[in-house]
């Protein structure tokens, strides 16, 4: 099984920073990777797909890059409504998996 | 709108068995898979497998086969998942999810893109 690894499990920040979440795959996955928002009580949300792709509807301050083992989700500037959890996932090949997580908290 | 919809919050006993069901709207219900994902309190998001509604062919991890099943009804767009033989570990939050698919030159890469409301599952003696 491939294994997700993010970084860091937790951030602190405030309105109008820039984020950088870092997520890694155990081993190449070229750009299989999506990135999902959920928030407490609620079901993920599809942000980007294929490490880059932004998802409909989804607010141009997110962005992703990355191939390979190495991927990184930004958001440009945070908004109130941004403070989450992320999860990266792969889709190279199943079992898919998904990352530990990224909590984004109000500093 | 396109939505899934889940059927409500089960109490299950340690052994017994748990059917979630995820009706879908808005969409052509046999064109996309559905998968599912469950979530346990305060952990993260765990991928069960997922079921073609066009063919009916599940896919289940090595981990669960052998308890889960997943089924569909084209007639009323539904997709179901029953786990049986449930234990404490089974706890979770159930999502039901369409996946779509984005095709490149290094194959084709599966992602989630609707989301059921999520069914807690509580197995508890």
């Known amino acids: 099984d491939i294994q997700m690894t993010q970084s860091p499990s937790s951030l602190s920040a405030s309105v109008g920073d820039r984020v950088t979440i870092t997520c890694r795959a155990s081993?190449?996955?070229?750009?299989?990777l999506n990135w999902y928002q959920q928030k407490p009580g609620k079901a993920p949300k599809l942000l980007i797909y294929?490490?880059?792709s932004l998802q409909s509807g989804v607010p141009s301050r997110f962005s992703g890059s990355g191939s390979g083992t190495d991927f990184t989700l930004t958001i440009s500037s945070l908004q109130p409504e941004d403070f989450a959890t992320y999860y990266c996932?792969?889709?190279?090949?199943?079992?898919?998996?998904f990352g530990p997580g990224t909590k984004v908290d109000i500093k | 709108q396109v939505q899934l919809v889940q059927s409500g919050a089960e109490v299950k006993k340690p052994g017994a068995s748990v059917k979630v069901s995820c009706k879908a709207s808005?969409?052509?219900?046999?064109?996309?898979?559905i998968t599912w994902v469950r979530q346990a309190p305060g952990q993260g998001l765990e991928w069960m497998g997922w079921?073609?509604?066009?063919?009916?062919?599940?896919y289940s991890t090595q981990k669960l086969q052998g308890r889960v099943t997943m089924g569909t009804d084209t007639s009323t767009g539904t997709a179901y998942m029953e786990l049986r033989s449930l234990t404490d570990d089974d706890t979770a939050v159930y999502y039901c999810?369409?996946?779509?698919?984005?095709?490149?030159?290094?194959?084709?890469?599966?992602?989630?893109?609707?989301w059921g409301q999520g069914t807690m599952v509580t197995v508890s003696s």
């Open positions: 999810a369409r996946r779509r698919l984005s095709f490149s030159g290094s194959g084709s890469l599966s992602f989630f893109d609707i």
């Open positions: 808005g969409y052509s219900f046999t064109n996309y898979a």
């Open positions: 079921i073609s509604a066009h063919s009916g062919d599940p």
């Open positions: 081993q190449s996955i070229s750009s299989f």
């Open positions: 294929a490490a880059s």
């Open positions: 996932q792969q889709s190279y090949s199943t079992p898919l998996t």
